[in-house]
């Protein structure tokens, strides 16, 4: 689990969404048995190989079926290979023309023009029996050419509507129990599951309504504060932002700052020894977070320092409680490099190209480090939160597989283990409990969201419940593909994943009225719930957390108004207003002037925080602020 590859392995390449790196050959994939790893020497803990997945109900013998690595997985319904004709359609089918931007894709089977089409992202109901059953021709009357009354005719298209809608009934009650290669329909997406109550799909009952936002009497907001962006001389990440009921606490320049979070007026600050290079979005309920930082502060020319020390921050005092770094794995003698650090209970645990170990959070002595092994596995990272769960590199260079552990916090030792399909070079944890991870499968999601699949996996026994193919022109959630918990819009309650839509036109149809959705999917079948969340023309809807069972989104908002902040009841996805920023022009360019693609945006009792999370050198032609961080608030 955690263990470093050796020395002569290339470092992964580092880089944004998306990053490219070399494709690994072809292996057998999701869905085909693996061969269980051996017990690797890790941190002294004997660890038992974790159990062969079994195989999917009708699963075919010779390396064929159900999940076998065809481009991408294919489930079942999935259009075949050149020669191959889909059940139930006796003739090739002509070529269909390719769906146009946000219309459902054709049910299986072929063949059947829909009528017309609902509205984007929002999913339909089945229109045709199993197999894309077609309307037939009228029959030619008995005595040779004479034509039907119109009574006859009136029946036989009675007897052939009951017929159509019995069938489709049959088809759907039927595809409830596995969901396999079934679409999500409307949404452009396919999901693929393995158990589950088929019928808690589109059921919102006792879902949402118990969040602790609250809309204020007064929703129209002011701006509290703002903060400039500190001189730096060159690119700065300072990813990492809390709070607590009295402060805003953020990163700065070789620093932690904490604010008051209602003035904006420096409450502490916490001098490091270098630049903070990682900062878990996860702290314990005493306010306590741990942070990745450098031993030393940059210097030109190349402005660049390892990223070697974990340490604890008090958020309440701004204290450095504990300190430390460690050796071993392909590091040697030398301090191990990390990306990332989380946190889950009382344990910090720390990834990178080097290995992952861990730490006791209260006192910082280690847990496990990295350890030399002859699989060539390691730990890239974590997902943290109310679970710890390992993204898990094994293999040589290039053909590498990777694996998802569901960890003991404070041995380490896995509690289940999934094997990623042939295509997957890195993945991304969403959420530990349930466990739901992402990934870019065979690179196909082309747009460098780092996400063409969402994985609903059972954390105790490691098998998948329900895989959901998210087309990447449709789905606006992101993730950092070389690092482990670094997704952004897509958030996990209820036994639902909630994700956006893209941007697209709304309904006038006129320049800048775009819009979108939030759609919901159960995490048991990998199907959409009948309940959206509707942006609204010329508004765009970017998911920001849970809270309860609701979720906490921010509309970006026209040029002429004022971004809003909405809680969004988790069952009914209906809007509740909680906060709106002035349209003025010169408010709003403040608003508008922190990239919001890459913001870090925090909301709590009607105070409301946009932070940047890199700063860069100033260039001389510049004549706009730019801003750290920027603040709005409610009257209180």
């Known amino acids: ?55 999917p109900y009708g699963y075919p013998q010779q390396d064929q079926g159900y999940g076998y690595p065809q481009q991408q997985d294919q489930g079942y319904g999935y259009p075949q290979q050149p020669g191959q004709q889909p059940y139930g359609d006796p003739q090739q089918p002509p070529t269909q023309p390719q769906p146009s931007y946000g219309d459902p894709q054709q049910p299986y089977g072929g063949g059947y023009q829909q009528p017309a089409q609902p509205p984007y992202g929002y999913p339909t109901q089945p229109q045709q029996s199993y197999g894309g059953y077609q309307q037939p021709a009228p029959a030619p009357a008995p005595g040779g050419g004479k034509k039907l009354s119109a009574q006859l005719q009136i029946v036989i298209a009675a007897v052939v509507a009951v017929v159509l809608i019995v069938g489709a009934g049959i088809w759907y009650a039927n595809s409830g129990g596995d969901g396999k290669g079934e679409e999500a329909k409307g949404t452009g997406g396919t999901s693929q599951g393995t158990g589950g109550d088929a019928g808690s799909s589109g059921s919102n009952s006792g879902l949402g309504g118990d969040g602790k936002e609250k809309a204020p009497a007064n929703t129209g907001s002011k701006m509290a504060f703002s903060i400039e962006v500190p001189k730096v001389p060159d690119i700065t990440d300072v990813s990492g932002s809390w709070l607590t009921d009295k402060a805003y606490v953020k990163t700065g320049v070789n620093s932690v700052v904490g604010y008051d979070r209602d003035r904006g007026t420096v409450l502490w600050t916490l001098p490091l020894t270098g630049q903070v290079c990682g900062a878990s979005r996860h702290k314990t309920a005493d306010n306590k977070v741990p942070i990745l930082f450098e031993a030393k502060k940059r210097v030109a020319p190349r402005y660049y320092q390892l990223c070697t020390e ?52 209260g006192n910082g002595n280690p847990r496990w480090k990295p350890q030399a092994n002859d699989q060539n596995c390691y730990d890239l990272g974590y997902g943290g939160g109310a679970g710890l769960v390992a993204v898990r590199k094994c293999g040589p260079y290039g053909s590498q597989s990777v694996l998802i552990q569901n960890l003991n916090p404070t041995t380490g030792a896995p509690l289940s283990q999934y094997k990623m399909p042939t295509g997957v070079k890195y993945a991304s944890v969403i959420s530990t409990k349930p466990l739901v991870v992402a990934a870019d499968v065979g690179d196909s999601a082309g747009d460098g969201s780092g996400i063409s699949d969402f994985f609903s996996l059972d954390e105790k026994t490691g098998k998948l419940k329900a895989k959901i193919t998210a087309d990447a ?21 209820n036994g639902r994943l909630y994700v956006p839509t893209e941007e697209h036109e709304g309904s006038s149809g006129e320049y800048g009225d775009e819009t979108n959705e939030i759609i919901a999917f159960d995490l048991a079948t990998g199907r959409t719930a009948p309940e959206k969340a509707d942006a609204g023309d010329k508004y765009t809807l970017v998911p920001l957390r849970m809270d309860g069972g609701d979720l906490i989104a ?61 700063v860069s050198k100033p260039r001389e032609s510049a004549t706009d602020k730019k801003y750290l961080v920027v603040s709005f608030a409610v009257p209180r």
């Open 310 to 361: 974990v340490g604890m921050v008090d958020l309440n005092t701004g204290k450095l409680l504990w300190s430390t770094s460690i050796t071993g794995g392909t590091a040697g003698d030398q301090k191990v490099r990390f990306s990332e650090v989380t946190l889950s209970g009382d344990t910090v645990a720390a990834g990178g190209t080097d290995g992952g170990a861990a730490f006791d959070a």
């Open 473 to 493: 022109e449709q789905y606006a959630a992101r993730c950092r593909s070389t690092r482990v918990e670094a997704c952004r819009q897509a958030l996990v309650g």
């Open 554 to 614: 921010y509309k970006e908002a026209p040029y002429d108004k004022g971004g809003r902040i909405v809680s969004i009841n988790g069952g009914t996805m209906k809007e509740t207003l909680l906060l709106e920023n002035p349209g003025e022009r010169s408010i709003r360019n403040v608003e508008t002037s922190v990239s919001l693609n890459a913001a870090e945006m925090l909301y709590e009792d009607g105070r409301m925080f946009i932070g940047e999370t890199t």
């Open 1 to 55: 689990m955690t263990q470093p590859p050796p020395p002569n392995r290339p470092p992964d390449p580092q880089g944004g969404f998306g990053a490219p790196t070399p494709p690994p050959p072809q292996q057998p994939g999701y869905g085909y048995p693996q061969q269980a790893p051996q017990p690797d020497p890790g941190h002294g803990y004997p660890q038992q190989p974790p159990a062969t997945p079994q195989q």
